[in-house]
């Protein structure tokens, strides 16, 4: 089975700096779709961003983006200008795009990420 | 509104006490699945669903039974709940495979006396 690492349960970043949290995972596949899921105090999980693994390009959404490297198995986000509503815990996930595994999730740990004033 | 109903968003129930968790999606989604999340270990499939009457085990099934009667409801049972069932439980349903991002619902805090 595919494992997801998260290796920072917490992190605190600045008001209006950027920070990075680091996502690997293990896999022998070559075709899958990486996510990030944020998960404020309200408890909804809500998708930030996803990667596809056949594209090169890393995924952007507004303040937030990716650095997918396929070959280290990495997929980092990074939050410019934070700002206090992106404080929240932040999950890791893995998806197959093979037609045996497609079916199935794999979730990291989370980071926690505070946002101080 | 689009979304992913779950019901009881609390519980507190004793150990043997069969109960259900509900699970409703109005987007006509193909694809419904249960998580379990805990703290240090994130959120963990129990079940999945690619379609009425096609379920089939996650990674933490024991303990646990679905069922797809129709295709906008995915409940979960626990037939005999243990005190190693307290947990934070998320349905999410999403369109068949691939980068299809899943839809979840508010969860559900489940504790077992």
């Known amino acids: 089975a595919q494992t997801v690492t998260q290796s920072q349960p917490e992190m605190s970043v600045q008001e209006a700096e950027t920070v990075t949290l680091s996502c690997t995972y293990d896999t022998s596949e070559s075709d899958y779709y990486l996510f990030w899921y944020k998960q404020p105090p309200s408890r909804q999980m809500i998708l930030v961003i996803r990667?596809?693994?056949?594209?090169?390009q890393n995924a952007t959404e507004n303040r937030f983006s990716v650095n997918f490297q396929k070959a280290a198995k990495s997929f980092s986000l990074k939050i410019s200008d934070s700002q206090l509503g992106d404080a929240a815990m932040y999950f890791c996930?893995?998806?197959?795009?093979?037609?045996?595994?497609?079916?199935?999730?794999?979730f990291g740990s989370g980071t926690k990420l505070n946002v101080k004033p | 509104e689009a979304q992913v109903t779950q019901n009881p968003r609390y519980l507190i129930t004793v150990t043997g006490k069969k109960l259900t968790v509900t699970c409703s999606q109005n987007m006509n989604h193909e694809y419904m699945s249960w998580y379990r999340q805990d703290p240090g270990l994130g959120l963990r499939q129990i079940y999945y669903s690619m379609n009425v009457e096609v379920t089939d085990k996650g990674d933490v099934p024991e303990g646990y039974k679905v069922s797809r009667k129709e295709k906008r409801n995915f409940p979960l049972i626990l037939e005999s709940p243990s005190p190693n069932q307290t947990s934070l439980y998320f349905c999410?349903?999403?369109w068949g495979a691939g980068a299809n991002v899943l839809t979840f619902g508010a969860g559900s805090r489940l504790t077992v006396l």
């Open positions: 999410a349903s999403s």
């Open positions: 990667q596809e693994a056949y594209k090169q």
């Open positions: 996930a893995y998806r197959s795009a093979t037609q045996y595994n497609f079916n199935k999730f794999y």
